[in-house]
């Protein structure tokens, strides 16, 4: 496991933009397989995107996508959430989680950081 600390919440106007950063501990950051994961008020844990350790590729929840873009700095130990266009809908608290290279499950999770878009 890692552990996980996530920055850059805030809030921001419909249609504007956020990066959160989650940042790891540890030196075999670049072994793991990121996430951004987000909850709203009254709502279950949904995911939003991930990023595969190896091959840096990425995918997104149709309800973000064209719109949120993931991307990572090993050197740094960071994964980042570009969101952009944001939407009163997109206001949840967003988590960042971490996943081993060859594992299934994500068992290192970051405290939260709470985004805020007004409408």
């Not at 987000?38 to 939003?48: D, L």
């Amino acid at each position: 496991q890692v552990q996980l600390v996530e920055s850059g919440g805030g809030l921001v106007q419909a249609g504007g933009s956020l990066r959160l950063s989650c940042t790891a501990s540890g030196r075999t950051f670049s072994r793991y397989n990121m996430a951004w994961f987000r909850q709203a008020p009254g709502k279950e844990r949904e995911w939003v995107g991930h990023i595969i350790w190896n091959i840096g590729s990425t995918s997104y929840a149709d309800s973000v996508k064209g719109r949120f873009t993931i991307s990572r700095d090993n050197a740094k130990n960071t994964v980042y959430l570009q969101m952009n266009s944001l939407k009163p809908e997109d206001t949840a608290v967003y988590y960042c989680a971490a996943r081993g290279a060859y594992t299934t499950i994500y068992d290192s999770w970051g405290q939260g950081t709470q985004v805020t878009v007004s409408s």
